[in-house]
């Protein structure tokens, strides 16, 4: 069946026009694999299908990227000129003009259109944080380390949470995706504070003043982080197009400065974990952070 499917399809792409997307990464056991999804119209609807999965069998450079994807469209008689946009992550490596992925496509299709990826360039912009606000963000990546690295630590942890009638008994590591782990950790963590701070009391109590000290900040980033998620969210699925990204972006840009005037007034509607109890320094850091992540994605947008 699924050669079939995959037959169909690539008798299809071979007379049409299609865009692809093109993502590397290394599994956890060192293999090197490459992924390829492609968008076309059919019965003048957007479609949206995996092209392939291959590995890479020696580096990742792009030029290998590159001779992998020609490779797979010479076995299946597909012609390179039938791309008419490539979208990427962004990094020099896929982008560099002179050995990047996109400039050994547009050698063999000049007017390719390159394309990056609306949801990594989010991703880049949400970034930059503050120094403090990056340092609480590191206290909370510790703290969920510190728990879930250590076997014993996560079944005390989670027999903690089971006495203490919480709703979850498990923290959610932090990595560095293009969306939704720093909300969902930021989350989690969050609903747990008050068990993450008694499990700590007799573990670490240099880390469990510091969380104490960040708590504001912490229940700042966790809503924020909400909200981009939600964003994020909206960024994906089969029947989007160009237009409707840069709305959705341009939307929640816009409400960047009135979450900033909000939080100013002690309007906490879109920030519930915030406490009104906040001082007005902490308040002034958020605004000063909102007004700056509006600025970032003004220009990178």
Not at 18 to 43: C, G, H, W
Not at 190 to 215: G, H, M
Not at 280 to 296: P, Q
């Amino acid at each position: 069946m699924a050669e079939n499917i995959e037959e169909s399809l690539c008798n299809h792409l071979k007379t049409s026009k299609f865009s692809i997307q093109l993502d590397e990464s290394t599994l956890p056991t060192n293999v090197a694999l490459l992924l390829s999804y492609m968008r076309f119209i059919k019965d003048e609807k957007i479609c949206q299908e995996l092209l392939f999965a291959r590995n890479l069998e020696t580096d990742t450079k792009k030029e290998t990227v590159f001779k992998t994807l020609e490779k797979f469209c010479n076995e299946k008689e597909i012609l390179l000129k039938n791309i008419i946009s490539a979208a990427t992550d962004g990094v020099p490596a896929m982008t560099g003009c002179h050995k990047g992925f996109i400039s050994y496509l547009k050698i063999q299709i000049p007017d390719v259109l390159a394309v990056h990826c609306v949801i990594h360039r989010q991703h880049l912009v949400v970034r930059n944080l503050s120094e403090r606000l990056f340092q609480s963000l590191q206290h909370v990546i510790r703290a969920a380390n510190k728990i879930r690295n250590n076997s014993l630590n996560d079944r005390l942890f989670n027999q903690l949470c089971v006495d203490n009638d919480e709703g979850f008994n498990r923290l959610i590591f932090h990595t560095e995706v293009r969306w939704l782990s720093k909300g969902n950790c930021l989350t989690r963590f969050c609903n747990l504070f008050n068990s993450v701070i008694e499990f700590l009391e007799n573990k670490d109590r240099e880390l469990r003043e510091n969380l104490i000290t960040s708590k504001n900040d912490i229940a700042y980033l966790t809503d924020l982080y909400t909200l981009l998620n939600n964003m994020n969210l909206q960024l994906q699925g089969d029947d989007l197009n160009l237009i409707k990204p840069k709305n959705i972006v341009a939307a929640f840009v816009a409400k960047l400065l009135l979450h900033k005037k909000n939080i100013g007034k002690r309007e906490f509607h879109n920030f519930p974990n915030l406490s009104v109890s906040c001082n007005n320094d902490d308040l002034l850091v958020y605004c000063l952070h909102l007004e700056n992540l509006h600025s970032a994605n003004i220009e990178r947008f």
